[in-house]
């Protein structure tokens, strides 16, 4: 995977993270837990529309929604004492959104692992993101096909 295979957004994270010693890649997964954006009001009444992921230690849910230009938005919500989760959320929450979906189905399914954090939490929490990644992808394609 290179960075021309990438939206600009998840590029420059990718980037930021291995420019990083593993000790500042936590850190900064830290600060995107802090950036996760609110969940819209619409969605704050409706826990419903929004899907657990499974493969998550920590109860995150997402939702994935295409507005009326066609372009893509992720939602999700972690809770505070799971920052870790909250950052994987955060990372592709802000990276996805805006896209078209021929690019969001474009990101490849190992981006998560291209992070270098591997070496910074346990293996099962970056599938957590990978699982994250697989879902809003599905998602979107049930988006589309509606």
Same mark, same amino acid.
């Not at 996805?96 to 490849?108: K, S, W």
């Given at each position: 995977? +290179?960075? @021309? ?16 010693? !593993?000790?500042?890649?936590? @850190? /900064?997964?830290? +600060?995107?837990?802090?950036? /996760? ?7 704050? +009444? #409706?826990?419903?529309? /929004?899907?657990? *992921? ?7 849910? $997402?939702? *994935?929604? !295409? +507005?009326?230009?066609? &372009? !893509? #938005?992720? #939602? ?7 920052? @870790? ?5 955060? $990372? ?7 896209? @078209? ?5 474009? $990101? ?12 910074? *939490? =346990? ?6 993101? =990978? ?8 998602? &979107? ?6």
């Amino acid at each position: 995977m +290179d960075a @021309t295979t990438l939206p600009a957004a998840l590029a420059e994270t990718r980037e930021d993270f291995l420019a990083l010693g !593993v000790k500042d890649r936590l @850190t /900064l997964l830290l +600060d995107f837990s802090n950036e /996760l954006p609110e969940l819209p009001e619409r969605y704050r +009444d #409706h826990p419903d529309l /929004l899907e657990r *992921v499974e493969e998550c230690q920590s109860p995150v849910f $997402i939702f *994935v929604e !295409v +507005d009326e230009a066609g &372009l !893509v #938005h992720m #939602h999700a919500t972690a809770p505070a004492e799971a920052p @870790t989760t909250r950052g994987f959320a955060s $990372i592709l929450a802000q990276g996805l959104d805006g896209l @078209t979906p021929e690019q969001v189905f474009a $990101i490849p399914a190992d981006y998560p692992q291209s992070l270098g954090l591997g070496e910074a *939490v =346990s293996p099962l929490r970056v599938r957590g993101m =990978s699982g994250m990644l697989a879902r809003a992808k599905r998602q &979107l394609q049930e988006r589309l096909a509606a």
